[in-house]
Each structure stands twice: as structure tokens, then as C-alpha cells.
């Protein structure tokens, strides 16, 4: 079988950072099944699997604009501990999801100084090749 759009694929992967650093892998784990074509991967590998066929290996580099985006500092904020729908102590790495006028999305609290919270809706892979 050929990817191409609309099939059902699945493969085992790798994925590094710059450095070589591991950062994730399907290695001891299932294969990570997709339907092709319809943008349930970054959009840069799912170009890259593109026309690929059982058995094939290959290695690829995706940059930030075919990944997770550039980082968007307009997407970090500190607000107020008062902001937080929770009585639990808010530390440094919890998510909490925000409404906002796009619509739902994630934020990491990336500091914590007494009532005010620093939080980062940019995803964590956004701005790494």
C-alpha cells in the first residue's frame, strides 16, 4: 500500500531534537495510526509520508512553520491567581484550558510568584525544529 489521502497508515517513529536528544518514540509501544490527508499530523511529516509504502524507512527534518508554528510571545501572559476556577495550589508545567475569542485552548503555567501566574498558551513543541 501507497499513502496517499484518505488511507489508513501506520508507522513507528523517532523524534529528536536539534541536538539528537530523544524526545518521544513508538519503539516497545503500537505503531501511531492516522487517516492520511486529513491534518491529524503536523502538517510537514504528513507531507514527508506522503507516497511512502510498507517497509520503507526515512528520516526527515521539519521546521517550526511545518510543525507546531513559530512561538508567539503575544501568547504568554501573567494574570492573577484569582483567574484560576480551582482552590488546588497552581504550580510551574500544570495545563488548564482557556476560552478564548478563537476558542478553547491550553495553557502551561510556566511561573509562579505569589498571586500572579505566569502562563504560556504556545504549544511545546512550537519554535523547535
Do not use: W
Not at 526527515?60 to 491567581?81: F, H, M, N
Not at 502551561?108 to 512550537?126: F, L, P, R, S
Request: proline content about 4%.
Amino acid at each position: 500500500m501507497t499513502i496517499t489521502k484518505d488511507k489508513f497508515a501506520a508507522f513507528n517513529y523517532v523524534l529528536k531534537d536539534e541536538n539528537g536528544l530523544e524526545l518521544d518514540s513508538s519503539t516497545n509501544t503500537e505503531p501511531l495510526g492516522y487517516v492520511h490527508g486529513r491534518g491529524y499530523l503536523i502538517p510537514g511529516l504528513e507531507a514527508q509520508l506522503e507516497g511512502k509504502a510498507s517497509g520503507d524507512k526515512f528520516s526527515c527534518t521539519i521546521q517550526p512553520k511545518d510543525g507546531y508554528g513559530e512561538r508567539d510571545e503575544r501568547l504568554v501572559a501573567e494574570v492573577s491567581r484569582d483567574r484560576f476556577e480551582t482552590d488546588d495550589e497552581i504550580e510551574v508545567g500544570m495545563m488548564f484550558q482557556l476560552q478564548t475569542p478563537a476558542g478553547p485552548t491550553i495553557a502551561t503555567v510556566v511561573e509562579v510568584n505569589g498571586d500572579k501566574i505566569k502562563i504560556d498558551g504556545n504549544h511545546e513543541m512550537a519554535g523547535k525544529v
